[in-house]
C-alpha cells in the first residue's frame, strides 16, 4: 500500500453514492507535502518523457499541478470551466460533463499556451467517469500537441474512465485506485500495482 | 524594481478598461517558479509570524497559494465559490462581488478547516476592490481564527482595497502595486515599495 492509499485509509470519508470525501487533504484543505511526495512520484513514473508542460482543469487540479511540476520543472497551464471575460482571444474549448456537479462545462484554454511542440503531462485529482479528462486531451490534440501521460491522484477503479483512456492508448498513472468503497462500514479496497 | 515587476513590465499586457493581462504567468499559465520566488519573498516580508495556515480562494489564487505554502510548512485551504454537493456540513459563507465577472459568489469555506487556533496567512493573485479579500477576511474572523497577514502578487493601487484593508489595519503585502497603466502605450507605473 503506497502513501497516497495510506492516507485515503486515514482520512477519506467513504459518503453514500459512490462518493469519496478527500476534502481534508486533497481537495479543500490541501496537504502540500503529500502532494510533493504524489510530485516526486509521478516523475519516477513519467521518467525519460520529454514533458515541457503540465496542463490540469481548475479547481482541484491547479494545487497539485502546480506542486508536481516543481519536479519537472515545467510550467503548469490550467483549463478554465467557464468563459470568462478577461480570457479573449482564439481559444481551444471541449464541452465536458461533470459526475460531481451534475452538469455540463466549456472546458477552455487560450490557444497560445498550447501549440504543436508541447509535449503535455495532464493532472488532476480525480478520474471517474472521464469526461473531463477526454476534454483535457482533445484540447491537447486540437493544438497538434502531445500527450506525453496523464497523472493522477484517485482513480474510481468500478467507473469507466480509466479503462476507456487506457483503451486508447495512453500511459495513465493513477497513484490510488479504488475497486470498490462501502458507506456502511467505511471500507476501501485498492487495485493492486 | 522587483522580480515581479519585471516580469510585469516584460510580460503583462494592458488593456482597456484597466486591465492587466498577465495569463502568461500567473493566472491561465502559472511560471512556478516565479510563484517560489514569491513565496521566499512572502517568507521575509511575515517572518516571525505563527502562521500554521494558508487560505486562498479558487481558482486563481490556488497555485500561488500551494507554492507559497512550501516555504512555510503549512497546509493550503482554498475557499469555493459556489456550494458544491460535495461540500456538505457547516460551512462558513461570505457574499462577495467580482470586479472582473460582474456577478456575486458566495465564498465558502468548511467550518472544520478553520478554527480559533489558526493563525491565517491570506493569499491571492490581485487584488482590486478587495471585495474577495474582505469576504475571506470575514470567513477567518467568523471562525474566531487570527488573520496574520495577507500576500498579494499584484495590487492595482489605484482602486480602493488596499487602503482599506491597511486601514483595518493587517499587514498586507503586495509584491507589486500598480499605480497607473496606458492601454496606449502598454506603460506601467508601480508604487516605490
Same mark, same amino acid.
Given at each position: 500500500m503506497n502513501f497516497l492509499?495510506?492516507?485515503i485509509l486515514k482520512?477519506?470519508?467513504?459518503?453514500?453514492?459512490?462518493?469519496l470525501k478527500v476534502d481534508s487533504f486533497l481537495n479543500h484543505q490541501m496537504d502540500i507535502e503529500?502532494?510533493?511526495?504524489?510530485?516526486?512520484?509521478f516523475k519516477k513514473r513519467f521518467e525519460g518523457k520529454p514533458i515541457n508542460k503540465i496542463l490540469t482543469i481548475e479547481a482541484s487540479g491547479i494545487g497539485i499541478a502546480c506542486v508536481v511540476a516543481q519536479h519537472f520543472h515545467v510550467p503548469v497551464v490550467f483549463a478554465k470551466k467557464s468563459?470568462?471575460?478577461?480570457?479573449?482571444?482564439e481559444m481551444y474549448v471541449a464541452q465536458v460533463e461533470s459526475f460531481t456537479h451534475k452538469c455540463q462545462n466549456n472546458v477552455i484554454v487560450a490557444q497560445k499556451f498550447l501549440n504543436p511542440e508541447d509535449h503535455v503531462l495532464i493532472i488532476d485529482d480525480f478520474l471517474a467517469n472521464g469526461c473531463a479528462l477526454q476534454g483535457?486531451?482533445?484540447?491537447? $490534440? #486540437?493544438?497538434?500537441?502531445?500527450?506525453?501521460?496523464? /497523472?493522477?491522484?484517485?482513480?474510481?477503479?468500478? $467507473? #469507466?474512465g480509466g479503462r476507456i483512456i487506457?483503451?486508447? /492508448?495512453f500511459q495513465l498513472e493513477s497513484l490510488a485506485i479504488v475497486e470498490s468503497m462501502d458507506a456502511e462500514t467505511g471500507n476501501v479496497v485498492f487495485r493492486e500495482q
Open positions: 492509499e495510506e492516507r482520512d477519506g470519508i467513504v459518503k453514500e453514492g459512490n462518493v503529500l502532494f510533493d511526495q504524489m510530485g516526486a512520484e468563459k470568462s471575460i478577461n480570457l479573449e482571444g483535457l486531451i482533445q484540447i491537447v $490534440q #486540437s493544438a497538434g500537441a502531445t500527450v506525453e501521460g496523464i /497523472g493522477i491522484a484517485i482513480e474510481k477503479g468500478f $467507473q #469507466s487506457r483503451n486508447l /492508448g
